[in-house]
């Protein structure tokens, strides 16, 4: 994993009502809408996070089916584990998305939303998901492209190196650009690509852009040559454009749905 961010329960308290916004609410179901998780399958979630997408696969797959969510941040599993307790046929544990174990071919159904951009081995973790996929088993991913945003700024350098700087945080900013040919490296068969947009002006005062000011921030502090001074003058200019109805951020998303050839159990 990518070594520039801490997931310490701050943080994942911060994420966890991040997800709870209408442009994550937006992006989960539509995620849970293309993986269309069936009763009775066995289903694995790489990174779960909270668990928000993990309780929603776990209604997906009912009793007769199984979940797994893996996480390798311990109060992100706390979070998942109480979210998704109602579910006796789910299982939140400590797991490596490079790593994950186990015995192959055992799930019909895997799940990553925004996760392997943090991992370093990102072949590794591909091969990985198409191991433990069965023969006609799926899989969702979902990454960001850091480099698609555009974000308004009187001050474009500042912006620039701003977001650059953010980067360092990231093993593979720019990942849904070369994500269909690794996965094809691996054996798996590319079906559909779908864009995630979110987008969000002066009246998304809690939205996606709001929590990434104040992490944005904190972060680039020391890197890419941005002082405090200049941190703190970015995120006062970014309020001063929401109270002057002048804000604009977007960013795109991309769902990558693929299947490991043969036939289905």
Not at 92 to 105: S, V
Not at 114 to 129: H, K, S
Request: net charge negative.
């Amino acid at each position: 994993m990518s070594t520039g961010l801490s997931f310490d329960p701050g943080m994942s308290a911060l994420l966890e009502a991040q997800y709870t916004r209408p442009a994550m609410v937006l992006r989960r179901a539509r995620a849970l809408e293309l993986a269309d998780p069936k009763l009775g399958e066995d289903v694995l979630d790489v990174g779960c996070g909270p668990g928000f997408l993990t309780a929603d696969l776990s209604a997906g797959v009912g009793e007769n089916g199984s979940v797994l969510g893996i996480d390798q941040s311990e109060s992100m599993l706390e979070l998942a584990r109480k979210r998704c307790d109602g579910y006796p046929q789910t299982r939140i544990e400590g797991g490596d998305a490079a790593a994950i174990g186990g015995e192959d071919a055992r799930f019909d159904l895997v799940v990553s939303t925004q996760v392997l951009e943090y991992v370093a081995d990102i072949d590794r973790a591909l091969g990985e998901i198409a191991r433990v996929l069965r023969p006609g088993g799926r899989t969702l991913l979902l990454a960001t492209d850091w480099r698609s945003v555009a974000w308004y700024s009187s001050d474009e350098s500042r912006m620039d190196r701003m977001l650059r700087a953010w980067e360092e945080h990231l093993a593979h900013p720019t990942l849904p650009r070369t994500l269909g040919k690794r996965l094809e490296n691996v054996g798996l068969e590319v079906t559909r690509i779908d864009r995630h947009s979110i987008l969000e002006g002066a009246d998304d005062r809690t939205g996606y852009s709001a929590m990434l000011i104040g992490s944005i921030a904190g972060f680039a502090i020391g890197r890419q040559g941005i002082t405090e001074e200049e941190a703190r003058a970015w995120a006062a200019e970014q309020e001063a454009l929401r109270a002057d109805r002048a804000f604009h951020f977007s960013i795109g998303q991309y769902y990558f749905s693929a299947v490991r050839p043969g036939s289905a159990r």
